[in-house]
């Protein structure tokens, strides 16, 4: 059996499961966010490690599972964050996780040193506040204490892993999400950290997905109530992780969207996908050799639970809200989300955009701003959608994610895609999947290619008789946009 964990941005969900990938129970556990005006979003990375050691010990106590009977684990992590760490691996601030802009300044200021082109030719990302590398150099500004007190910095699984082993390393995938990382060459890029003026020595060894990077050491079993010695996987970032469970594990894998609090659009490529308008991003995979080309929104299904805590209802009522939504118009008698809640990432790339429902009337009322807010994330979606598909239709998208299990609303993005779309029935757990199957593979009980196998179709939607009105209603949504840029970024 293996232990599979999936720290994300509410909290962290840990599997268990059969060595032949069959999920055999889960756990949830969740930490706060720390949110402020000026873009801080920050956790603590002891909050990470208590919601490892409880969902773990949850597992063994549901199941009855012996901890002999456990081979491994692996830990998928959220992205883009910054971990600063002193001698004793101790963290000296909290984390500033991927939605933290602040660095705006600081990754303009690399931009300009580097070369807007050059950097995304160097890194398969544009130079951005929400990567890690601006992340340290603005700590290195706002901070100096606790920059000076940094010995290492990481990522979340990272950090994770060190808890769990003693030893710092990150791979491949979650070091393409640094803007420090090179995808020629696999290794920390000198011409970046050299623009930066940060130490090469702060960053960690490299290395597989797939390596076994050590064994729990006795503090870490003991919480954990595993044995000593149990083997660990390095694990990877938790986009390509959610690649790897939606069943993305080949070039000829469909394109998937992943709609949870953030959502994106992705696909398997065997070389970087570099769109000439920089509008996509692209990582290492979790699978030696491949890569993930990806467009992110940053605020998802995230946007619907914002709507939801805004308009008076309950999280566990946002159902009933999609329902009430179902019979009105909103795009179609001009009425639009931008779900700009944290400014954005593709296609823009302004951390000074904000949500904005354009388009008022006296007579709209709760169904018609969230029946909005669920087209809003579609045509967002869609935009992202466009550098990747280079002027091919796609002839199905899978989605994944928390947002998926609404059927009302992977109708509607059928019709604002034109394309067929699919649930698959990993809707919550492809990450923590993509982490056992990356870890089965680590351990040698299992390849890559039993990912598309441990998850099903659920349900399909095509698209209506009025998708094409949504191509209109596209334009007019990134016009809304075009149009209140230069108001967001006055009021920066």
């Known amino acids: 059996m293996l232990i599979a964990h999936d720290l994300g941005t509410s909290g962290n969900k840990a599997s268990l499961h059969a060595a032949d990938g069959r999920l055999i129970a889960s756990a949830t556990s969740s930490y706060p966010t720390r949110y402020a005006a000026d873009t801080t979003s920050e956790q603590d990375p002891h909050d990470w490690w208590r919601a ?20 491994g684990i692996c830990v998928s992590g959220q992205m883009m964050g910054l971990v600063m760490l002193d001698a004793a691996g101790t963290p000296v601030r909290p984390a500033m996780i991927w939605s933290d802009q602040r660095a705006a300044t600081e990754a303009a200021r690399l931009a300009s040193a580097v070369g807007d082109v050059a950097a ?8 951005a ?21 940094t010995t290492a910095i990481c990522v979340a699984k990272d950090y994770v892993n060190l808890r769990l082993t003693g030893t710092l390393v990150t791979d491949h995938s979650d070091a393409s999400s640094t803007d420090a990382y090179d995808l020629a060459t696999g290794t920390w890029s000198t011409t970046l950290l050299d623009a930066a003026g940060v130490p090469a020595a702060l960053w960690p060894e490299i290395v597989e997905s797939t390596a076994v990077i050590g064994t729990l050491t006795a503090p870490a079993a003991d919480e954990l109530g595993l044995l000593r010695g149990t083997r660990v996987v390095a694990g990877g970032g938790d986009g390509l992780m959610a690649s790897v469970g939606a069943g993305c594990v080949t070039p000829d894998s469909p394109g998937y969207v992943c709609l949870g609090t953030s959502a994106w659009y992705a696909t398997t490529t065997t070389s970087p996908l570099l769109d000439p308008e920089r509008r996509s991003f692209s990582f290492r995979h979790v699978v030696p050799g491949l890569f993930g080309a990806f467009a992110t929104t940053q605020t998802g299904a995230g946007s619907l639970q914002w709507a939801a805590e805004a308009l008076g209802e309950e999280p566990a009522e946002v159902s009933a809200l999609i329902a009430a939504a179902a019979d009105v118009a909103a795009a179609g008698e001009g009425l639009f989300f931008l779900p700009y809640l944290i400014g954005e990432r593709s296609p823009w790339w302004d951390p000074d955009a904000s949500g904005v429902f354009a388009g008022l ?36 998208v899978d989605v994944i994610g928390g947002g998926a299990a609404s059927d009302a609303w992977l109708g509607l993005l059928a019709d604002i895609w034109g394309v067929g779309v699919r649930r698959r029935s990993v809707t919550t757990q492809a990450n923590s999947l993509g982490a056992a199957v990356t870890g089965l593979v680590g351990l040698g009980l299992a390849d890559f290619s039993i990912a598309p196998t441990l998850s099903t179709v659920e349900a399909e939607f095509a698209p209506g008789e009025g998708s094409g009105a949504h191509v209109a209603h596209l334009e007019r949504f990134a ?14």
């Not at 506040?129 to 606790?146: N, V």
């Not at 006296?362 to 809003?376: D, I, K, Q, S």
């Not at 016009?479 to 920066?492: M, N, Q, T, V």
């Open 129 to 149: 506040a929400t990567y890690t590398l601006p992340k340290l150099a603005w700590a290195r500004e706002h901070d100096p204490a606790a920059f000076a007190a």
């Open 361 to 396: 009337r006296m007579h709209h009322r709760r169904p018609h701003l969230t029946r909005a807010v669920l087209e809003g994330v579609g045509y967002s979606l869609a935009l992202c959608m466009a550098p990747l598909r280079g002027g091919r239709e796609a002839e199905v």
């Open 52 to 71: 490892v050691v409880e969902t773990t010990r949850e597992l063994l106590a549901t199941t009855g599972t012996s901890p002999a009977q456990v081979d």
């Open 120 to 127: 995304y030719r160097i890194t398969g990302h544009r130079i």
């Open 479 to 492: 016009d809304a946009y075009r149009a209140l840029r230069p108001w967001f970024s006055g009021g920066a």
